[in-house]
């Protein structure tokens, strides 16, 4: 697939001005130098990415509560399988700093192996979100994996992750370039509450879900890792 494909529909179609979308074009080359470093680290494949033309707003209605998604680790339906795709909002390419994008990309990575792992162990069936941000939040760092049990000797990635995610990702100067480049200027906005925020699969087709053995095992590996990290912090 494509990665820019919907980029060049928003522009073809006058949804996107032609210098925003050249912008990300151009600084598209930090997806890739962002992926391939994640691969290199984790010596896993990164699943599909693509750029979608809109910024996602998060809010929950019966609060002030408002949040930015910058990314999304999405499972898809195709057929009689499922693909697990991470959809990157196309400001955070636009305005966000190289090792925001990687932290970002990295953050969703992990999100791709926890879903890969409770798939396959078919503990899954609708994936539950609250419609609190802060629940939300606190719920997604207690379930994902410790990015030291994944991205290895890049020490430089991890601590991006852990900066920019210590409870919940905030970029006060990318979420102003948000407002003031994309939101003010009437550019693509997708609102959803974080209640709606989900997916449900048939058990049916997850019975029938078949993973690379090569990455199971891998997971194997990273879930040891991964148990022993966190009984070092409780102790």
Avoid: C
């Avoid at 999304?72 to 700093?97: D, E, F, H, M, W």
């Avoid at 409770?118 to 379930?143: A, C, G, H, P, Q």
């Avoid at 891998?218 to 009984?231: F, G, T, V």
Wanted: no cysteine; net charge positive.
């Amino acid at each position: 697939m494509d990665p820019l494909k919907r980029i060049n529909e928003a522009k073809n179609m006058g949804i996107l001005p032609p210098k925003v979308s050249d912008l990300i074009e151009k600084r598209f080359s930090l997806i890739i130098s962002g992926i391939e470093r994640i691969e290199k680290a984790s010596q896993i494949n990164y699943p599909i990415a693509y750029v979608d033309p809109s910024i996602i707003i998060a809010d929950n209605y019966n609060s002030v509560d408002i949040g930015i998604l910058f990314a999304r680790t999405i499972p898809v339906t195709l057929k009689n399988s499922v693909q697990v795709v991470i959809q990157i909002s196309a400001p955070l390419v636009a305005y966000g700093l190289k090792g925001t994008i990687h932290a970002v990309l990295a953050h969703e990575f992990l999100h791709y192996l926890e879903l890969v792992t409770r798939l396959s162990k078919m503990e899954i069936i609708s994936d539950e979100i609250s419609s609190n941000l802060f629940e939300n939040v606190y719920s997604d760092n207690t379930r994902l994996l410790e990015p030291r049990s994944v991205f290895n000797n890049d020490t430089t990635l991890i601590s991006h992750i852990t900066k920019r995610f210590p409870s919940g990702f905030r970029d006060y100067k990318l979420e102003d370039k948000v407002m003031k480049f994309w939101i003010n200027e009437k550019l693509p906005v997708s609102k959803i509450s974080l209640d709606t925020n989900n997916v449900k699969l048939n058990p049916k087709l997850l019975s029938s879900v078949k993973f690379n053995e090569v990455l199971l095992q891998k997971l194997e590996i990273i879930q040891a890792k991964n148990s022993k990290l966190r009984k070092k912090k409780l102790y």
